[in-house]
């Protein structure tokens, strides 16, 4: 599946991502910049935050009660916000686009 990626100046990056890997780990292994995640995943540094196109908020869902919780700490949250370590890729969010915040934590 393809995971599009658009920074905060609107660089748009597409990439290959494997099914089962995090919308996080992919960006990273592609140094896909803007996403920190410090905590390497665990749901613990908000880092890693992205705004979910809402096109796909829908299919995406919304983030569990940690997440929740976690999201209170990144930079200016909206609506479609979520932790990409939290997200997983599937076929299911092939074409998912998520926008980096100009800032992490
Ligand atoms: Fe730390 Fe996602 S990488 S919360």
């Given amino acids: 599946p393809r995971i599009i990626y658009i920074t905060h100046d609107e660089q748009r ?3 290959e991502a494997a099914n089962g890997a995090s919308v996080m ?5 592609a140094a896909v910049p803007g996403i920190e995640a410090e ?12 705004h979910v196109d809402p096109a796909f908020a829908e299919i995406v869902g919304e ?3 940690m997440e ?3 999201l209170d700490f990144a930079w200016e949250p909206g609506p479609t916000s979520r932790l990409s370590c939290q997200l997983k890729v ?3 969010l092939d074409g998912l686009v998520v926008r980096i ?3 992490q934590g």
Avoid: K, L, W, Y
């Avoid at 780990?25 to 292994?29: D, S």
């Avoid at 905590?39 to 992205?50: E, K, P, R, Y």
């Fill in 90 to 92: 599937s076929d299911e």
């Fill in 68 to 70: 929740a919780d976690m």
């Fill in 63 to 65: 983030a569990g009660p």
């Fill in 13 to 15: 990056f597409e990439i």
């Fill in 25 to 29: 780990e992919t960006a990273v292994r």
């Fill in 101 to 103: 915040p100009e800032r």
């Fill in 39 to 50: 905590c390497g995943g665990a749901c613990s540094c908000a880092t890693c935050h992205v």
